[in-house]
């Protein structure tokens, strides 16, 4: 099994994905390399958009995370609701 | 009007169906051949285009918001660097030499990205395919133009960036960025993408951006940080497109598999000599270190190109041919590189120097199994030479590999003693290389590399002086004529770091008076 | 192997002899890495080839402390990775050099800056 | 902390690139839009020549008829680089979307008469199509021109057309389904009224200067198109009869072909008063593609505006030759 990760900018805004994604990935592991956030799950990971909705109290539109996002492996699988990263095999 | 019942709201991927494939169609008044002529004669055989997979659905309504609050943020972060002269607050004036390496070799990359990306965008058959390709080249112009501007202060303060974009065609080392892309850009539209989105954005690019992002921040460079990281945002779209890419055409046929395996066979091991300049960079030029590139490279190649290759398996796909040989050279390039740029450093607006005691006790430790036998003790007799006024510099110039245009460098495999030489027959000639696999992406296409403008000949084919310049003349100085050929400012732009105008202007302004 | 291509697909290499005031000859001094790479230099080819020790290479490669000490007689030769006994007082053309052929030597006993082979 | 302002004073060793000075001449301060566009494409020392293209290399001026000694003087007058294009753009959207929930949240689409909506979507749908095709077309620009300068606009026109076809896609969801889109394909494809316009669209697919494909797509169709559509039937017609939300979905439309109208003049202009003999092939090309472009917009011309289309037409091309006579290209 490989691990799945996804990076962003160590910043405000990343913080309720980032906690969405703890909170939804228990296998989760997260590093802190220079100014980054890096989660690291063995073969699949979620962020899901209600989770996020719960932590910051208001709507939030998946797509947004584009803007701190720095880097990904695995393949995506997107929908409104969730963004699933995952290796097949 | 209650005959008309709201339709149940789309879900993002048939929204973004609409948005794109929905708006395209079979041309009858012109056949589709002629309309699309490029994708056809790689002989990639595709069967169905809706089987291609949407990376990131961003329309152009999400796109332009999205995008313009990252502009926002970076632009006035790129302001305030420059009003509080923040160059002031990075840890030492070599640390700039990463700073020119990147304008002179990684933006151009970014233009020829903007441009091959605008061809495919327009030439692919599908238009899930073309407005990927589209956004991408549209953030590759990005890129150029961030880049661009975040270094622009730096190069107002600093010397060896104001030419970057003529040198960029002209000068030595540059040779070597220029041919790979290029090459990339001048091969069919599936190649380009296995080769730029694929092997390079997907394979390596945290290779290129972590590094030196990283690299940026650990040594106060706040403008180079937000700009890197500001772009890396967009390169996860692109690396999602790159896996997507390779997916879709393996899935397509199976007759894909062995053109796409020797595509990332070629393009695998020239994204990674490409990247020795980072590696060199990385082990170094940067006075505060953040971790070798033997480390970077075990982290982001070797584990996630692990990952990927283990599950492209099923297709039939196996790890790049030059895998094992580039995990080899892991304790050895940077070394290399960095002497190459030593030895050159009359030709090259960049400046070098011999590392410090703690640095190099530093590469001592991170390299145990290389740097003590084989690198720490040449640079120790450069800096004894140095200190006794005989700085060395090559004046000879140096026999490139006929692929990558790198000087003939690197070594064999498991022997870092032996300079790995290689070479064909073709035609009336011999051709030279560095290594078993650019010699193979030779042997593959030496019609195509035959063209290669290699700096070094065409220097002695005198087409790399000013016109009207003699070289019959009595005193003339074929060096200086290249130089003033690359409208380099002699003194200013290269030689050594030590009494550099960089090295003294910047204790000037921190009030370094010793 | 031959490239893919739309059209004919044919050019002329760009470093073809004639391009060229002599033809190119790489040269490689073997665990001697403080010279990043071997050299390439268009050399006449009426040069005797016992010049290139003599005369071409000493400007080259005399700011290493080994090359003083070579014993040009026992210096071992190879060409296009082959060994070879090129002999001294023919020209380069005679001894069967042509452009852009790569010629190497090794000097036995001298292993670079503290046996490192640099 | 302990600041000495005395040490702070810093000269600046110079102003901007070289290749950026010797486009503003000499070494001046630099405007962002200069430093991101001037001296950015390689000219010169190309390696290998393009699989795909033989005859040319990578970059090639020669791939164009016109001929200019400086590609860099086809500046935008919007000067445009990522940055301010994307956020004006962002600024807009931003607009839009104002303007969508506004039209949806008070229901006004469903209180147009079904003859108007039916009628709007006859015309509208049919123009995503139209609008991908300048999208390909202005790919095109950018992949095949020389230069930046000329490039890059080119590049964001055709995301800027991208992004119309999107909104007009958005229209058509908001008035109906994805049944809709696909009947305004099936108009595209198969309707007479609308083969004209689709011939001049496949047609312009094939051509192989980059320039020539500028004025034709740009200046000529578009130059048409849009005060036709957006101007006179939308604005004028639809919004008159009980369609003002059809107005207000549409509201990017007009006013970016009025913003972009300033750069396509511009272009036009500086290659024509480069020499006689751009001006000659300006004025030929535009001849022949505003012929074709009037002969495939009449029945749809008809199609929105009955027995007015052919005079709103007319009136159309005249406004255009007033563009073309101001860059220069007085028949």
Redesign the interface.
């Known amino acids: 099994m490989?691990?799945?990760?996804i990076a962003f900018?160590a910043n405000e805004e990343s913080r309720p994905v980032i906690d969405a994604i703890v909170a939804d990935n228990p296998h989760a592991v997260l590093s802190h390399?220079?100014?980054?956030v890096k989660v690291n799950a063995p073969n699949a990971l979620t962020i899901r958009r209600e989770t996020i909705e719960g932590l910051i109290g208001r709507s939030f539109?998946l797509?947004?995370i584009?803007?701190?996002?720095?880097?990904?492996?695995g393949?995506?699988d997107?929908?409104?609701d969730q963004l699933t990263l995952s290796?097949?095999? | 009007m209650d005959t008309r019942v709201t339709s149940k709201k789309l879900g993002l991927k048939e929204r973004y169906a609409a948005m794109t494939r929905g708006l395209g169609w079979e041309t009858t008044y012109q056949p589709m051949d002629k309309v699309f002529p490029y994708d056809k004669y790689e002989g990639i055989k595709i069967h169905d285009w809706d089987k291609w997979q949407d990376p990131f659905r961003l329309t152009m309504e999400a796109y332009w918001k999205y995008q313009g609050e990252k502009e926002k943020k970076l632009y006035a972060v790129i302001e305030a660097f420059a009003q509080n002269n923040g160059q002031l607050g990075v840890t030492d004036a070599r640390y700039i030499n990463a700073l020119k390496i990147f304008i002179q070799g990684v933006t151009p990359l970014e233009y020829y990205a903007h441009r091959g990306f605008a061809h495919v965008g327009r030439q692919f058959t599908g238009e899930g395919a073309r407005v990927a390709a589209q956004m991408q080249s549209v953030d590759e112009l990005r890129h150029y133009q961030t880049e661009t501007h975040a270094i622009s202060h730096y190069n107002k303060h600093f010397n060896g960036m104001h030419h970057s974009n003529h040198w960029f065609d002209r000068v030595w080392y540059l040779s070597v960025p220029k041919s790979f892309f290029e090459d990339a850009c001048t091969g069919g539209p599936f190649e380009f993408l296995t080769a730029v989105s694929f092997s390079f954005e997907y394979v390596l690019t945290n290779l290129l951006f972590v590094p030196f992002m990283s690299g940026a921040a650990n040594n106060g460079d706040m403008s180079t940080v937000t700009f890197g990281f500001s772009a890396q945002s967009d390169e996860s779209r692109h690396m999602t497109l790159g896996i997507e890419c390779i997916k879709f055409l393996l899935e397509q046929d199976p007759d894909n598999v062995p053109i796409v395996q020797r595509w990332i066979d070629k393009w695998f091991w020239r994204g990674y000599r490409l990247l020795s300049i980072v590696a060199m960079m990385q082990d170094y030029m940067l006075p505060k270190r953040v971790m070798s590139w033997k480390e970077a490279w075990e982290m982001y190649a070797e584990e996630s190109g692990g990952a990927l290759f283990k599950d492209l398996a099923r297709y039939g796909i196996r790890e790049p041919a030059g895998w094992k040989q580039a995990c080899e050279g892991k304790a050895h390039i940077s070394h290399q590189t960095w002497n190459a740029f030593y030895n050159y450093n009359a030709a090259a607006p960049i400046h070098t120097w011999v590392p410090s005691d703690e640095e190099l006790n530093w590469l001592s430790e991170k390299y145990p199994e290389s740097f003590d036998q084989y690198y720490r003790p040449r640079l120790e007799h450069f800096r004894e030479q140095q200190q006794a006024g005989n700085r060395f510099y090559s004046k000879t110039l140096p026999m490139l590999c006929n692929t990558c245009q790198i000087p003939m460098i690197f070594t064999e495999e498991g022997d870092a003693s032996q300079i790995c030489y290689r070479e064909s027959d073709y035609k009336a000639y011999k051709y030279h290389f560095c290594s078993d696999h650019c010699k193979s992406i030779f042997d593959h296409e030496p019609e195509k590399y035959v063209q290669s403008w290699l700096p070094v000949h065409q220097v002695y084919q005198g087409n790399c002086f000013k016109p009207g310049t003699d070289p019959t003349a009595e005193g003339f100085d074929p060096l200086m004529a290249v130089l003033d050929f690359y409208e380099m400012n002699v003194g200013r732009d290269n030689f050594d770091f030590e009494g550099s105008e960089d090295q003294k202007n910047f204790a000037a302004w921190k009030g370094d008076t010793k | 192997m031959s490239v893919v291509a739309l059209a004919p697909y044919e050019f002329e290499p760009r470093d073809v002899r004639e391009n060229f005031p002599a033809p190119l000859i790489y040269i490689g001094w073997d665990q001697h890495q403080l010279f990043c790479a071997p050299i390439c230099l268009p050399l006449p080819p009426g040069t005797p080839f016992g010049a290139l020790g003599a005369a071409v290479l000493p400007g080259i490669y005399g700011f290493h402390p080994d090359f003083a000490k070579i014993d040009w007689t026992k210096v071992q030769w190879f060409k296009s990775g082959q060994p070879w006994t090129p002999d001294p007082a023919k020209s380069l053309a005679d001894n069967g050099l042509q452009h852009k052929d790569a010629i190497r030597f090794r000097t036995p006993g001298l292993s670079g800056i503290q046996g490192s082979f640099s | 902390m302990n600041i000495d302002l005395q040490a702070r004073e810093i000269t600046p060793l110079r102003n901007t690139y070289d290749h950026v000075a010797r486009h503003i001449g000499g070494d001046k301060v630099a405007s962002r839009y200069q430093e991101a566009t001037f001296g950015a494409q390689p000219m010169v020392n190309f390696h290998y020549r393009p699989t795909w293209d033989p005859g040319h290399e990578l970059f090639d001026a020669g791939r164009s008829k016109i001929v200019l000694a400086d590609w860099y003087v086809l500046k935008d007058p919007r000067q445009f680089y990522y940055a301010t294009w994307t956020m004006t753009r962002a600024k807009q959207q931003d607009a839009m979307e104002s303007n969508f929930q506004f039209v949806e949240q008070r229901g006004m689409l469903s209180m147009m008469s079904d003859a108007l909506r039916d009628k709007t979507l006859e015309i509208l749908m049919p123009l995503r199509h139209a609008a991908w095709g300048a999208n390909m077309n202005n790919a095109s620009i950018c992949a095949y021109g020389f230069g930046t300068a000329f490039t890059a606009p080119a590049m964001f026109h055709a995301m800027d057309n991208l992004g119309v076809a999107q909104y007009l896609t958005r229209l058509g969801l908001a008035m109906g389904d994805a049944q809709t889109l696909d009947e305004g394909k099936q108009r595209w494809l198969e309707a007479p009224a609308w083969q004209g316009l689709r011939r001049l669209v496949e047609d312009s697919f094939v051509v192989q200067d980059p320039f020539e494909l500028f004025v034709a797509q740009n200046l000529l169709i578009d130059g048409l198109l849009y005060p036709l559509v957006y101007g006179a039937f939308v604005d004028d017609h639809v919004a008159l009869q009980g369609g003002t939300a059809v107005a207000m979905l549409t509201n990017f439309m007009p006013e970016w072909h009025d913003e972009s109208a300033r750069w396509i003049d511009a272009v036009v202009k500086a290659a024509a008063t480069e020499s006689e003999a751009n001006r000659a092939l300006l004025r030929e090309w535009s001849r022949h593609w505003v012929d074709r472009a009037q002969a495939a917009l009449a029945p749809i011309a008809r199609l929105a505006l009955g027995d007015q289309g052919e005079a709103v037409l007319n009136e159309a091309r005249e406004q255009l030759q007033t563009r073309l006579d101001k860059a220069g290209l007085k028949a």
Request: glycine share 4%; no cysteine.
């Open positions: 490989s691990d799945v990760f900018q390399p220079t100014g980054l539109d797509q947004q584009h803007v701190n996002l720095v880097t990904i492996s393949y995506i997107e929908d409104d290796w097949k095999h």
